[in-house]
């Protein structure tokens, strides 16, 4: 016979081991975009690869925890058995083998060619899936490297660099990093102190300290510092490549201080940094190093950082969604009950409203790289990456907590699923790349300084008269006019009020162009690859501008569709 016992934790082995063993199978919503955004040729031409970095990434998972355990995070190893310094970060076996399958998928390599963005960042969301996993936070990096050297790189700097950048073999490959902040301000780099102070060799030499430098164990690492006896703030800020070592062989001038005890992304390795005479050579132009590091690398993070949280929701989605299907209480299955549905429903709206958002702009980012964007869209983009950076990460986390209720006390448990890390994870996305009061205060000086406001809302409207008309896109034309409305009273109030405003302002324009992209998705949907039965979009939609607070109030069959 049978006990409750027995048969409650059958279920819950029924549950884990139905989990998706192919992130991209299980995910029509993204096929049908892709093959929508590419086309039949380009999208069978990707299919085999996407395929098998769904199947490779879900198959790492037991890997991805057993790194992540505390004793196998990264050890700072100092000095060897001479007592010389060595600078050595320890990383546990598992460590190595995630980082052959997310190098291997070739995701860094696409960027080699202009216009791979969209192909890029599809196969980064699907390694996201296992959370940051000590790799995706140094593949965003070493992405801002490839992509500064490819803008602003010397013939030589490019030749130098770029083949090992781009190569898939984990452990020959290199690895890139941006260390740029310091104790005195993360977000006010202008306050920035550490001084490159020229060699007569035409390098400089570094003196002082960063405060959080991630992938600290970094091959090639962009860095910012003030030029000796330059301008003060941003202006004096040059952006030089340092490399780990000389070229004699020889490590660098450069001393990691301690690692940093994370709440999240805990597997890699984040670090305070002493520079002690660290050679570096000019990237670009210094005296437009601040403006480089903000177009190529910030930027390029901040597309990434999008990506990363999306794919984090995406797995807490699979997670719960299993979990209610399994789990019984009170002899059902929790999926029975309504407001179980109702999170689900709220998880999925979300993470399609998000992933439609990051798809398009990932496809503008591409049409920008091969210059076929006009100036008011560039403009757009600009607004649109900052915005969807922040409100993106804001929903993801909401998407994880909501799955963890679902999970209930279950959820709270390390060993049991990766969803207490996915939390962490995110919360740590969350707050890099820019604060959210950062890109609020940064979207508030687009506005009135540069009025990108007007592009940016001229690019909604552009995305709404390309939908069919409807109650949908009634809906969506509304919240665009009362978004213009609430931009204009904005930006003739006094700046303090208008730095308060601004917070609702930067996340009704994210919804709402998240809202039109999923608008978009809905009327492609019938392309979509014959898999599993899921919600359409619309149903998707039709939540999503539930939850924005529209007069589209769900029934109970939405519910129990969306679950």
Known sequence: MVTP???GRADLQSWSEN??????TADPYLQAALAAAWGPDRYAKHLQELEHMGAAAAALDSDVRLNNRDHNLPRLDPWDGLGQPTRLIEHHPSYHRIGEVLYGSGQLRALQE?????????????????????????????????KALQAVGTPDQKERCLPRLLNTEFGYAYTGAQFLTEIQGGSDVGANSLIA???????????????????AGADLILITARVENGEVGT?????????????????????????????????MASAEIDFKGAVAEPMGDLDSGFITAMTQVIHTSRLYNAFACLGYAQRATHLARGYARHRKAFGQPILNYPLVQQSLAKMSALVASQRALALHLAGLQDEQEKGQLESGTKAALRVLV??????????CRDVITEGLSVLGGNGAIESFSPMPRLLRDVVVCENWEGTHNTLYA???????????HEPALDHLKKLSSGLTPGVHRSALDAMVKSLETDIEACLKTDPKHASLA??????????????????????????????????SPARLLEYFLHIKGTDLTPDLSLLEQLA
């Open 197 to 215: 102070r020229a060699d007569s060799d035409g390098t400089f030499r570094l003196y002082g300290e960063k405060w959080f430098c991630s992938n």
């Open 502 to 535: 601004m917070k609702s302002i930067c996340r009704d324009m994210a919804d709402v162009a998240a809202g039109l992209c999923l608008a978009r998705e809905s009327e492609i949907w019938p392309l979509r690859p014959a898999t599993e039965q899921l919600p």
């Open 114 to 146: 202009p216009g791979q963005w969209l192909y890029a960042l599809s196969l980064f969301y699907l390694g996201a899936h296992l959370g940051e996993a000590g790799h995706n936070c140094p593949i965003a990096c070493t992405a801002g490297v490839i």
């Open 442 to 452: 940064q979207t508030l000086r687009d506005f009135s300084v540069r009025s990108l």
């Open 5 to 7: 016992t027995q048969s």
């Open 235 to 267: 202006r004096g800020l040059g952006l030089f490549l340092m490399t780990s070592h000389l070229a004699d062989g020889e490590r660098n001038h450069y001393r990691i201080r301690r690692l940093k005890d994370k709440l999240g992304t805990r597997t």
């Open 19 to 24: 989990q998706p063993k192919n992130f991209f």
């Open 386 to 395: 900052n915005l969807n950076k922040s409100r993106n990460a804001e929903h």
